[in-house]
């Protein structure tokens, strides 16, 4: 086999040039490793994975969405399943530890947070590629031990489900139910069903009580 053969294959996707090029030039530079495309969307992430098969995908979580892209819980979803063999790797602002650990239920391999050294980024991929099953950033670990209990009254994002998160997300950036079942393509009493169960488990009653719970916990 030939050295080029025996690279670790990755794609890199991210919506801020800077961010793309500083991560391609990175994973490029690591040994072993070659980065096989950089993209810019979710969309064309899904495109290039029809085209070309790939050893890593290193993603960002909430790229800059146009009609054929995903919201980000939807993305990593459809990457987890369209790439069943091939490791899925977030890279991301997220601080919400009920995303985080939602991205963990879901089996994303490794989460690194952007505000860390990009060396953390490296450390997660080369032990992902060296057959773990999942690794997370020191940051992103610290966040997740933290939460680990949460303080009675306190809304907990972590008892949603993907499906109840997506919802929730959607209706307190202002989407109305009826495009959210378009979008998520489900009927509107499920969307509604879904709702009223994440208000239920995050112990509010009100519309205004629910965005304001979300913006709290990072979610806007």
Same mark, same amino acid.
Request: with cysteine.
């Given at each position: 086999?030939?050295?080029?053969?025996?690279?670790?294959?990755?794609?890199?996707?991210?919506?801020?040039?800077?961010?793309?090029? +500083?991560?391609?030039?990175?994973?490029?530079? #690591?040994?072993?490793?070659?980065? +096989?495309?950089?993209?810019?969307?979710?969309?064309?992430?899904?495109?290039? #994975?029809?085209?070309?098969?790939?050893?890593?995908?290193?993603?960002? $979580?909430? %790229?800059?969405?146009?009609?054929?892209? =995903?919201?980000?819980?939807?993305?990593?979803?459809? #990457?987890?399943? %369209?790439?069943?063999?091939?490791?899925?790797?977030?890279?991301?602002?997220?601080?919400?530890?009920?995303?985080?650990?939602?991205?963990?239920?879901?089996?994303?391999?490794?989460?690194?947070?952007?505000?860390?050294?990009?060396?953390?980024?490296?450390?997660?991929?080369?032990?992902?590629?060296?057959?773990?099953?999942?690794?997370?950033?020191?940051? %992103?670990?610290?966040?997740? +031990?933290?939460?680990?209990?949460?303080?009675?009254?306190?809304?907990? $994002?972590? +008892? #949603?489900?993907? =499906?109840?998160?997506?919802?929730?997300?959607?209706?307190?950036?202002?989407?109305?139910?009826?495009?959210?079942?378009?979008?998520?393509?489900?009927?509107?009493?499920?969307?509604?069903?879904?709702?009223?169960?994440? %208000?239920?488990?995050?112990?509010?009653?009100?519309?205004?009580?629910?965005?304001?719970?979300?913006?709290?916990?990072?979610?806007?």
């Amino acid at each position: 086999m030939s050295n080029v053969e025996s690279l670790i294959r990755v794609v890199v996707a991210d919506d801020h040039p800077i961010v793309l090029r +500083a991560v391609t030039n990175y994973i490029d530079s #690591l040994p072993g490793f070659r980065v +096989a495309a950089s993209v810019s969307s979710g969309s064309a992430l899904l495109a290039t #994975l029809k085209e070309q098969k790939v050893d890593l995908v290193v993603t960002d $979580f909430a %790229m800059q969405q146009s009609d054929d892209d =995903k919201d980000g819980l939807r993305l990593i979803s459809h #990457l987890i399943r %369209m790439c069943e063999h091939t490791p899925v790797v977030v890279f991301t602002m997220l601080t919400n530890t009920g995303l985080i650990n939602q991205l963990c239920r879901m089996g994303v391999a490794g989460l690194v947070g952007k505000e860390e050294e990009i060396g953390e980024l490296g450390q997660v991929c080369v032990k992902i590629v060296n057959g773990a099953t999942q690794s997370l950033s020191p940051g %992103m670990a610290h966040r997740l +031990a933290v939460a680990g209990s949460v303080k009675p009254g306190t809304a907990d $994002f972590q +008892a #949603l489900t993907p =499906k109840e998160l997506e919802v929730v997300r959607l209706f307190s950036t202002g989407v109305a139910l009826t495009e959210i079942a378009r979008l998520l393509n489900r009927s509107l009493g499920t969307v509604s069903t879904q709702k009223r169960s994440a %208000m239920r488990k995050l112990h509010v009653e009100t519309n205004v009580d629910l965005i304001n719970c979300a913006r709290e916990q990072g979610l806007l």
